[in-house]
């Protein structure tokens, strides 16, 4: 089994990493509220070792992400800059323009398709689906989708799923996200494209975000990175050979899973490992 140390928060590892990747949904917040200590863990890490850069699995580009998090509170002094999982799919969508495209999510995450000229179209003339989401992830469940992908898995149609998420905590309660959309695709035997987490294209484009805030230009060498989710934010880091820090609780998609034992016997079952955990994330 793979050694893991609890920790009651960052200060533990000041003076070892000189730059942050954290996650959001699970660690920050949990769509409705932030959590209690992560501004200041935040603002203490920017202050003692280096920058802070938020990455997220959000099917939606960075740009709008700032106010989103000003209404949850996140004060800006908190964080250097955002990179999204809608980021690293524009980048994927461009690489497959003009399409067509069918798009498959809720109006609310549009933004993900300003400036592009793409061709759109009905499932049958789509040569490619964009998935954000759920149309509805209060009430639907991946199953609603089933006859859909079904359809568009025969006519040989790629997926590109801009939220590798299958499941996060909103409020209280568990919904589906993009990714649960993904593997029920790829069990039916269709193709999926990813951007975000654990996929090297969101990491390269958090790279590019640190070295753009370093004066030479070369960007920090000591990387550490937080999440919750062990096969997207520990996975993705492990494949960077970035060390991570593993969120247990505090609203999280494991929320109530605490002890290091258990925690330890769920890495080795997912193969990932991480260089420390804690309930929550603060200073």
Not at 79 to 106: H, N, Q, W
Not at 194 to 208: F, N, S, T, V
Request: with cysteine.
């Amino acid at each position: 089994m793979s050694e893991l140390t609890k920790i009651d928060g960052l200060h533990a590892l000041s003076g070892q990493y000189n730059a942050l990747l954290c996650d959001a949904w699970g660690v920050i917040h949990d769509g409705v509220s932030l959590f209690p200590e992560a501004a200041d863990a935040l603002f203490q890490f920017r202050r003692s070792c280096g920058p802070v850069i938020i990455v997220t699995n959000a099917p939606r580009p960075s740009s709008i992400i700032p106010a989103q998090l000003d209404r949850l509170r996140l004060p800006r002094n908190a964080y250097d800059g955002v990179v999204t999982s809608g980021d690293a799919t524009r980048a994927e969508i461009k690489r497959r323009m003009p399409g067509p495209f069918y798009c498959l999510g809720p109006e609310k995450d549009d933004p993900l398709y300003e400036g592009l000229d793409l061709e759109f179209s009905s499932l049958e003339d789509a040569r490619f689906i964009i998935c954000t989401g759920l149309v509805d992830d209060q009430t639907e469940s991946p199953e609603v989708y089933r006859d859909l992908l079904e359809r568009a898995v025969r006519r040989g149609s790629v997926m590109i799923c801009a939220n590798p998420d299958t499941i996060v905590r909103w409020g209280g309660r568990l919904i589906y996200c993009a990714g649960a959309l993904g593997e029920l695709y790829r069990s039916l035997g269709g193709e999926v494209v990813y951007g975000g987490k654990p996929h090297p294209p969101i990491y390269q484009l958090a790279k590019i975000k640190l070295k753009e805030l370093n004066a030479d230009g070369a960007g920090p060498r000591r990387i550490l990175v937080i999440g919750d989710g062990l096969a997207t934010d520990i996975a993705g880091a492990n494949a960077q050979g970035l060390d991570a820090v593993f969120v247990s609780g505090a609203g999280g998609i494991h929320e109530g899973e605490l002890d290091c034992e258990s925690i330890r016997q769920m890495m080795d079952a997912e193969r990932v490992h991480a260089v420390a955990t804690m309930e929550a994330l603060r200073w």
